[in-house]
């Protein structure tokens, strides 16, 4: 008698134990599907939200830690308003994208995307510090960058950061690279000519995407040729909204447009 009552709460633990596994499986798809909905909506904080959800249950979900990284750096994107209390806005959930990208990394150091939001969350955090910071972070940003590109050659928008990453650093001349590594240590090198390259392999890779032309544009301008940067703003006039900064981008096109007159 004692053995059948043993056996049958044995049988009801485990179905209880597995249903309930189940369903906390499911909680987490669901909630990272929710957040992939709202996301294709342009919804970039209820997104961020339900990855949020996901990972209360599933703390080391691999796919809703890159994706709650990213949409912490979304919504940081489109603060509005300057200043200190916007920028100290941003530099916390840049922070908080640092901290989910590098967890993700942790759980999956094989995939690209833990590696490309690591190196955006730290290029746009340290944006918002000092020159020391910055340099010191460069090195860390661009391995992250070409790791990303090492795990899936078809990353666009890790090609699109690399292109960024040589312009700005091509962007610090002689005399200030001089004083810079005096003050703040060696500072790495890039290029206009690689920026272009990386970009347009960007370009190649995903067309339709406004940022890819609009930074293409900037180097073109770096590099003094006009015509092929005026040809870049004006692409991304025209090219169909598919991001909720894109609204945002075009007119930062114009504004380059409008500046040279061209």
Not at 37 to 65: G, H, R, S, V
Not at 165 to 171: G, I, N, Q, S
Request: net charge neutral.
């Amino acid at each position: 008698m004692l053995k059948n009552v043993f056996n049958l709460g044995l049988i009801v633990f485990l179905v209880l134990f597995f249903a309930t596994g189940f369903v906390l499986a499911q909680s987490v798809e669901e909630f990272i599907k929710k957040g992939d909905d709202f996301y294709t909506k342009w919804e970039d904080q209820k997104a961020l939200d339900e990855y949020l959800k996901a990972l209360q249950i599933e703390p080391k979900n691999y796919e809703a830690l890159w994706k709650a990284a990213r949409g912490y750096i979304d919504v940081a994107d489109l603060v509005t308003g300057s200043g200190k209390e916007a920028e100290n806005k941003k530099f916390d959930m840049y922070s908080k994208a640092e901290k989910y990208a590098q967890q993700a990394i942790e759980v999956n150091p094989n995939d690209t995307w833990g590696h490309f939001f690591l190196s955006a969350a730290l290029g746009k955090k340290v944006l918002l510090q000092g020159k020391k910071e910055q340099i010191d972070a460069s090195k860390k940003v661009k391995a992250e960058i070409e790791k990303a590109i090492e795990l899936d050659p078809n990353n666009d928008l890790a090609y699109h950061a690399l292109g960024r990453w040589h312009r700005r650093m091509a962007e610090i001349g002689g005399a200030k690279r001089a004083i810079g590594s005096l003050l703040y240590g060696s500072i790495p090198k890039g290029s206009f000519e690689e920026s272009e390259k990386w970009l347009k392999k960007a370009v190649e890779l995903r067309p339709d995407y406004i940022n890819h032309h609009l930074e293409l544009g900037r180097t073109y301008v770096a590099m003094g040729k006009n015509a092929l940067a005026a040809e870049e703003f004006k692409k991304c006039l025209e090219l169909p909204e598919t991001t909720s900064k894109d609204k945002f981008l075009k007119e930062e096109a114009k504004a380059e447009l409008d500046k040279k007159k061209w």
